[in-house]
Every structure is written in C-alpha cells, then in structure tokens.
C-alpha cells in the first residue's frame, strides 16, 4: 500500500520536481510583474526605464530563443551521461545522478526562464495602449 508520505517522497526525489517548481514560479513571477508593469512607472518604479512594444518583444524573444538552445544543450548532455553511466555503472549510480539537485536547480533555471519569457511575450499583446505604444496589459 503507498502511503502519501512515500509518494510525496518519491515526487520530491524526481528529477522533473525541481524544475517544475521553477516552472510554476516563472509564470507568476511573470504574472506579477506585468501586473507591476500596468502601474504608472514614473510612482511605481522610478528607477526603471521606458521601453515600446517592440522593443520588449525582441528582447523576450531573444532570451526565450537562448534560453530553449541552452536547455536542448542540457537536457542532451544529460542524457548522454546518463546512457554512458548506465552501460558502465550499476542502476544505484544512475539512480544518484537522476536525484541530484544540482543539475535539477540548472534545468529549474534554464526552463524558468523560458517560461517567464514565454508568459510575458504571451501578455504582451492584451492591453496596448495605441497613443504611445508603451505596454499595459493589464
């Protein structure tokens, strides 16, 4: 019988866990900041600079594109170490190295920050302000 302690130990021990945490904060964190970005930036935020529309589209498109390029790079870097441990070592190595946090925290913040790229580019469009042409989705 699985207890809710043992299945929540075995979640937690996952290798998608950690990243799925990141994951689910990059969304609000986009969230939040572009409720934080509908606010006057002159009271809100004075120290922030301006930008267009366009501007911040290249931008977020830019880092989304590094971003999933970085992470294709991960992903098959690991799984080439996890094929070359498994035909080497026994499965107890290649189940230490799936668990290592570590290299769970380094997918975490590669697919977060596509993610919170992915969400923002996704909002942008949702309240233009067509006079200035600055961004208020919100």
Do not use: C
Not at 70 to 94: D, E, H, I, K, N
């Amino acid at each position: 019988m699985v207890t809710v302690r043992s299945l929540w130990e075995r979640v937690k021990g996952s290798m998608f866990f950690v990243p799925a945490a990141f994951i689910a904060g990059a969304a609000v964190l986009a969230l939040v900041a572009n409720r934080l970005d509908s606010l006057d930036s002159s009271e809100a935020a004075p120290f922030l600079l301006p930008t267009s529309l366009a501007g911040a589209r290249t931008l977020l498109a830019s880092i989304a594109g590094a971003t999933i390029t970085v992470a294709a790079l991960v992903f098959s870097m690991t799984a080439l170490t996890v094929q070359l441990a498994a035909s080497q070592y026994s499965p107890r190595v290649l189940d230490g190295f799936l668990r290592d946090r570590s290299q769970q925290i380094v997918i975490g913040i590669v697919v977060g920050t596509f993610t919170f790229s992915m969400v923002s580019l996704a909002m942008m469009g949702a309240g233009v302000r067509e006079s200035d042409g600055v961004f208020a989705a919100w």
